[in-house]
């Protein structure tokens, strides 16, 4: 009987289990350059099936938040190979989350207080967080095709570094209301040229990215990260379901590593766009399916059992319970999480989380 505990073949590689750490943003890294702490942080977790790093913006522009890493800078990449050395020591493997927050930005955290970029310039509503606290979102200013070209090769170079990091493999971040996410969505993107309008052009630029980053891994080690219905970030779409069918067709051409699809804002129905079952999109990708949120080793067994997916990314159980993959094969009890202590911070919350004896 496969199961959680069951091992996985994601692209070359045997994974001991398909229990996976979600990649999680924790804004530890106060000059983007990956530390000591966190190296800490996620050799605990190395016996997750694979870890799935915290998003790390692929250049200057592509940073959201005060404290999270980068992956395209020479410091950065060995910042990372500090980390990624460790997990492999302990036997564990470890994908690099390359990110573009587009719109989700400020001035304050741009290069020269530029403004942030997307699609459209189309401000979303709600607050982000700088180095001074909380400020209303801007009207972002949308990018140019030369500089959605630019952009690309930005995630190329960062796909070249997470390489250099000595990763296992990249996921590129489409999800949860970031660039890529603003230009699937029609809620984010209007443009009126190749990039925009029908679901072919807005696929485009995810499929310009998984072309660039696969030139450089090949498609066995890349994966996508998608959120159907993820309201995050004032996002909506008028037709989720036909774009997320082509979405997912597209990419199942490419026999990619693993397709990521988190079910975040499915209890909401209705808030990011038309409800649909996300179940629908699962049987049209042949590879291997990770689902998310809100998992417990009951209902991940019984999603694999059934073959909703092959392996589930779990979030914040992965915070407070380092050993989660052994807990739960021993139905342990598990820690239980500190809101407090998820974004910034110190040890405390972090590393701190005990493993069973
Ligand atoms: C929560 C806070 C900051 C960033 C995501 C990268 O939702 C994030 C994120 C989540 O994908």
């Known amino acids: 009987m496969t199961d959680l505990f069951s091992s996985i073949k994601v692209g070359p590689y045997t994974l001991s289990n398909r229990i996976f750490m979600a990649p999680m943003t924790r804004n ?37 938040y005060p404290g999270t890493p980068g992956i395209h800078t020479e410091e950065q990449i060995a910042g990372w190979k500090t980390i990624t050395d460790a997990i492999h020591e302990q036997g564990g493997h470890i994908f690099c989350q390359l990110w573009h927050v587009g719109r989700s930005s400020h001035p304050d955290l741009q290069p020269n207080n530029e403004l ?4 459209s310039a189309i401000k979303p509503a709600g607050e982000v967080i700088t ?6 979102f801007v009207e972002p200013r949308a990018l140019s095709i030369d500089e959605i070209k630019e952009t690309v090769t930005d995630y190329a170079h960062a796909a ?12 590129i971040h489409a999800a949860n209301g970031y660039l890529i996410d603003q230009f699937l969505r029609n809620g984010t ?9 029908s679901i072919e052009n807005r696929t485009r630029f995810l499929l310009e990215v998984v072309d660039a980053v696969n030139a450089v891994w090949g498609a066995s080690r890349v994966a996508v990260r998608l959120s159907p219905l993820q309201p995050f970030n004032d996002m909506k779409d008028s037709s989720p379901e036909p774009l997320f069918t082509h979405v997912v067709k597209e990419l199942n051409q490419y026999g990619l590593a693993y397709l990521h699809v988190t079910e975040m804002g499915a209890e909401v129905p ?15 990708f042949d590879g291997v399916y990770v689902t998310n949120a809100g998992y417990d080793k009951q209902r991940g ?16 159980p992965f ?30 919350g972090y590393t701190d989380y005990p493993s069973l004896g």
């Not at 180095?131 to 209303?136: C, L, N």
């Open 189 to 197: 993107n209007q443009r009126d040229d190749n990039y925009g309008g």
């Open 131 to 136: 180095f001074d606290g909380s400020k209303p």
């Open 270 to 284: 209705g808030v990011a766009g038309p409800a649909f079952d996300l179940k629908n999109l699962r049987p049209l």
């Open 160 to 171: 070249e570094c997470a390489l250099q990091a000595g990763f296992d493999g990249v996921e």
């Open 301 to 316: 067994n019984v999603a694999i059992a059934k073959n909703s997916c092959d392996a589930v990314a779990f979030g914040v």
């Open 28 to 64: 530890r890294a106060p000059d983007t350059i990956p530390n000591e702490l966190m190296k800490t942080y996620y050799t605990q977790r190395a016996s997750s099936g694979l870890i799935i790093s915290e998003g790390a913006q692929i250049s200057p522009q592509a940073i959201g």
């Open 319 to 348: 915070i407070a319970n380092p050993d989660l993959a052994q807990r739960l094969e021993l139905d342990a009890d598990l820690n239980e999480a500190d809101p407090s202590s998820f974004y910034g911070g110190d040890s405390a």
């Open 116 to 119: 942030p970029v997307a699609p």
